[in-house]
């Protein structure tokens, strides 16, 4: 059984998970693997409630790490100007109102190049760009991570079942026991390094379940340096969403 628990800062939710382990460690540690993804790592005789006042006494670095529910989504307008990741890159968008049918985007030296047809306006027009960018990213997630896949797979001597583009608002990838990957479309926004760690996390959990030292050795084989990549994706969060 696991355990979590949530407490509240301010207007944030933080969700945590509770990992218990042998007495010899000491001290409490708090981690966020993704966005969303807290987990303390405690004693086994620690009580709950220190615990849940630890986690709300470090509730701003979690914040901070992306660590919380509800942090306040960026208030796009998809007007002229405004920027999107991908890559790893802020992308400009230029917007043009034209009497199309819908929404239509074409990614030209590094720009967006967004035609919103002019019978849409407000709410109406900011959620049909919003949804013409989420299928963009799924189409580019699609075409390139099967190579990257490849690439890493080939390194750590593996081979996944398949893998899917998903919108996992909570986490960047997963690994499932049949070895099907399972990727955010969002990861398409980070840059090309943190990527292959992720792809990299996941292939890894098809030799070791888990996160053991074995585990991060078999990481390693493929991502050297794969500690910096992590942190650097920690710090990501906000910016990969639309
Ligand atoms: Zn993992």
Request: charged share 30%; with cysteine.
């Amino acid at each position: 059984m696991t355990e979590e628990g949530t407490v509240h800062f301010g207007d944030s939710a933080i969700h945590f998970q509770v990992v218990r382990r042998p007495r010899r460690k000491k001290t409490l540690e708090i981690t966020v693997d993704s966005p969303g993804v807290v987990t303390v790592a405690a004693p086994v005789e620690t009580p709950r409630d220190d615990i849940e006042s630890t986690v709300l006494k470090r509730a701003k670095w979690i914040m901070r790490h992306n660590g919380t529910s509800e942090q306040a989504p960026p208030h796009r307008r998809f007007v002229s100007g405004e920027s999107l990741q991908y890559l790893g890159r802020a992308v400009r968008l230029s917007v043009r109102t034209t009497d199309a049918k819908a929404v239509t985007i074409r990614f030209h030296h590094w720009q967006f190049d967004v035609e919103v047809p002019c019978s849409l306006s407000g709410d109406e027009r900011r959620d049909a760009t919003r949804t013409a960018f989420e299928q963009w990213y799924r189409d580019r997630a699609a075409q390139k991570l099967p190579d990257r896949v490849d690439r890493v797979a080939g390194l750590l001597g593996v081979r996944p079942k398949g893998i899917l583009i998903r919108d996992q608002r909570k986490r960047w990838a997963s690994c499932s026991p049949d070895g099907t990957l399972r990727f955010n479309w969002r990861v398409i926004m980070a840059a090309p390094a943190l990527i292959d760690y992720l792809v990299a996390h996941e292939l890894a959990h098809l030799k070791v379940r888990g996160h053991s030292a074995d585990y991060w050795a078999v990481v390693a084989q493929a991502i050297p340096d794969y500690q910096r990549r992590r942190e650097r994706l920690r710090e990501l969060g906000h910016l990969a969403t639309l």
